[in-house]
DNA sequence: ATACCGACCTGTCAGC
DNA sequence: TGCTGACAGGTCGGTA
């Protein structure tokens, strides 16, 4: 479900409603799919830990934890140092229908809820997966999905990324090792923008054409996070609202619409088993 | 290296 | 009303 713009929008919110909160105890369901840290870990990290940041990688959740080491036994210490504590990480990962929300404990657990963690607050942090394509994971270390932050990137490392690539230049925008948090509504909007179609040869694509696509895809992803992201069926933030950028999409989920510069029904191909959206006039 | 495909899962919606 | 198939915002692994 969810690319770069929704997973910040839930991000922020999250961090809104969780940050400096404490994990007080921990449930996680039977279902193994969703957990790529075996349960007891997740349960043993993030029972008793403070949420010090939530922040986005990508499309991944990261949760910054602290936990504060175990008392020493010794009960006399005048002067004890600050007390020692160990930081971890709680990376979720939303797949397609994955959703993380903050609610009463009262509030009826929803099916296919996979997690619970009850906070200081009194309230409760759950992630929801139907279709359970979302991962949790805990890591000691820092956490690197790889790619690059398409926001931060600069135009030249951009470019750099496609150079003798032939792979269709979705795919690439596609791959979360090059460039991480596109996915393929915004890939398809980013195209459209760029004048690419999407099955073109990242290779035959001129620098000036990849500057514009640098371009491109900043814009429309700087516009969906101000618009809250796409909710095409079920999506909705951290605070149960809906997103307003599907309205702006020009090609994705548009097939045999009219382009809205130049009155072209609007083509969809599949490729790389996803369906792609362009028109045939407007992009190259 | 690359590209296509199915697999992983459940839910929804259109069409018959 | 109910069945069937297509499709869905994402990734991964196998095979040519």
């Not at 105890?25 to 349960?43: D, N």
């Not at 994971?137 to 990137?153: C, K, M, N, R």
């Not at 040869?201 to 814009?219: F, P, Q």
């Amino acid at each position: 479900m969810p690319e770069l713009p929704e997973v910040e929008t839930i991000v922020r919110g999250l961090a809104r409603r969780v940050v400096a909160d404490t994990i007080t105890s921990v449930w996680i369901g039977s279902r193994p799919q969703p957990l790529k840290s075996p349960a007891a870990k997740i349960a043993r990290t993030l029972d008793g830990a403070k949420i010090v940041s939530v922040h986005r990688a990508g499309k991944h959740i990261v949760f910054a934890l602290e936990r504060r080491a175990a008392q020493p036994a010794s009960t006399v210490a005048p002067r004890r140092p600050a007390p020692a504590s160990a930081s971890a990480h709680w990376v979720v990962h939303l797949g397609m229908t994955g959703r993380l929300v903050v609610c009463e404990p009262g509030v009826e657990i929803a099916r296919h809820t996979h997690l619970v963690a009850s906070l200081a607050s009194g309230r409760e942090l759950r992630f929801v997966d139907p279709r359970m394509f979302g991962k949790l994971s805990v890591h000691d270390a820092g956490f690197d999905p790889g790619g690059v932050e398409p926001l931060d990137v600069s135009e030249e490392n951009f470019v750099a990324l496609f150079r003798g690539r032939k792979t269709p230049i979705k795919s690439a925008l596609l791959n979360q090792k090059l460039v991480r948090g596109v996915g393929n509504i915004y890939a398809d909007e980013s195209l459209f923008r760029a004048g690419l179609r999407p099955r073109r040869r990242a290779s035959t694509i001129t620098r000036a054409e990849l500057g514009k696509l640098h371009e491109s895809v900043r814009e429309v992803l700087r516009e969906a996070i101000a618009l809250g992201g796409s909710s095409i069926s079920d999506y909705v933030d951290a605070d149960g609202e809906e997103g307003f950028f599907q309205l702006q999409h020009r090609v994705y989920g548009r097939e045999g619409e009219p382009c809205l510069v130049c009155k072209a029904p609007i083509r969809r191909v599949v490729l790389a088993g996803r369906s792609s959206h362009y028109c045939r006039n407007c992009q190259k």
